[in-house]
């Protein structure tokens, strides 16, 4: 569509001194006129520079050499109407069609016979599988490098949930899936599902205010995420970054179970748990109640063979305890003490008798050898001991003199004499006397 100037007939002298120079000025006794403001709006829209800008085609509509488009942002309720010239949409290199993602470059463009604005398309190209890709890969590549798809910091899956949230789509085959299957393994499980637009431009706001209410219900302990297959474009929301930050911020342990096998949005590498399907979510988040029935049976079954085995085994040692002959016959260490007792005792009274008649007869020795050493034995032989009147022993004949009173000692008692001969000489006696105490 042109754009149409429009140039109103000049007003006279008289006139232009009435109509106010702008806006601010004009009031209900000095207005300006109606192509005064439109030619004003038209000279301040077409100021404004070109911009790109990206959306999805939701109409679509051609008359000869014109095409109308209704373009939609891809994450908000918001949509504008574009024209484009047949010139331009020749120069795209894949038709467009209804669904289709583009960028295009618009200007804005006032219509001043209608005052109607428009989007005026000046380069318009669709955005191929490969650009989305490449989009993806490198917010793939920085949220990465923030450390949000660390596993580190995935949160483990409780061993047995209580109550499971689900985000879903509306009475979709992901929920049904999800529920029969979960149900099946434990019948005993609850949800609290959250029934979603999981594809379009409201579903990453609607995915996530659904995350933040069953994360803040304490009662939920793993929230599942669960949407069926689909066009890399249909699943493009669960790439979106503020869901992906929504999710690495939960609290409560999330599981991505987006598409299929193949499909890997950016919600699947966040996420605490990927599962393939959501039928495999099921499986993954609740335990299977026959395999877990199975698992305590055995559990019981080896518990029970551990006990008989340790009781058998201990029943075995006190056996082989009571048997022992400390045990059997306690007495018998008694006995056997009382008998080492009695050889000792026995011992000790043979030793120490023997002991006593050894020192006896020594003694006995002694006394005899002391006896035969004796003056007494001596005495008895026939000899006397001469003794002065004062005691002393007479050796020498020099020592008395003739009328010394002399005391005699024999073997069988003593008397007294009197001197008659002092000279000294060797008389009879004394030869008796050296010759009974020399040798023979």
Known sequence: MTSEHVRSPAPSAGAASTVPATAAETSPDAPWPLHL??????????????????????????????????????????SLSLSVYGTVMDRVS???????????????????????LSMQTIDIRPVGIGDLLARIERLRQALAAEGLFSAARKKPLPLLPHRIGLITGRDSDAMKDVMRNAALRWPAVEFEVREVAVQGVSSV????????????????????????????EDLLPFSDE???????????????????????PLLDEVADLRASTPTDAAKRVVPDVTEELGRIRQARGALERSIRVLVHREGESLAN??????????????????????????????????????????????????????????????????????????????????????????????????ATDAAGGTDDGATDRRSSDGPP
Request: with cysteine.
């Open 37 to 78: 403001l439109s030619e004003k709006l038209k000279a301040h829209i077409e100021r404004a520079p070109a911009a790109w800008v990206e959306g999805q085609v939701i109409e679509l509509n051609r008359r000869a050499s014109m095409c109308y488009i209704t373009l939609r942002d891809v994450d908000s309720e918001v």
């Open 94 to 116: 894949s038709p467009l069609e209804r669904g289709s993602r583009v960028v295009a470059r618009l200007r804005p463009d006032f219509w001043v016979k209608t005052g109607r």
């Open 205 to 232: 706001a609607q995915v996530s205010a659904a995350l933040a209410q069953l994360d803040a219900d304490p009662r939920v302990d793993v929230i599942i995420i669960a949407r069926g297959g689909g066009a890399l």
């Open 242 to 264: 503020s869901l992906v930050r929504a999710v690495a911020k939960a609290s409560t342990p999330v599981v991505s179970a987006i598409g299929h096998e193949a499909d890997r």
């Open 321 to 418: 305890i009571r048997s022992r002959p400390s045990l059997a016959k306690p007495e018998g260490m008694i006995d056997v003490r009382e008998a080492d007792v009695g050889r000792l005792r026995s011992r000790a009274l043979r030793c120490t008798t023997a002991a006593v008649e050894r020192e006896a007869d020594a003694v006995l020795h002694l006394r005899e050898r002391v006896r035969s050493l004796s003056p007494q034995k001596t005495l008895d032989r026939g000899y006397a001991v001469v003794q002065t009147a004062a005691g002393h022993v007479v050796t020498d004949p020099s020592e008395v003199a003739a009328g010394d009173a002399l005391r005699i000692r024999v073997a069988g008692g003593r008397f007294g004499v009197t």
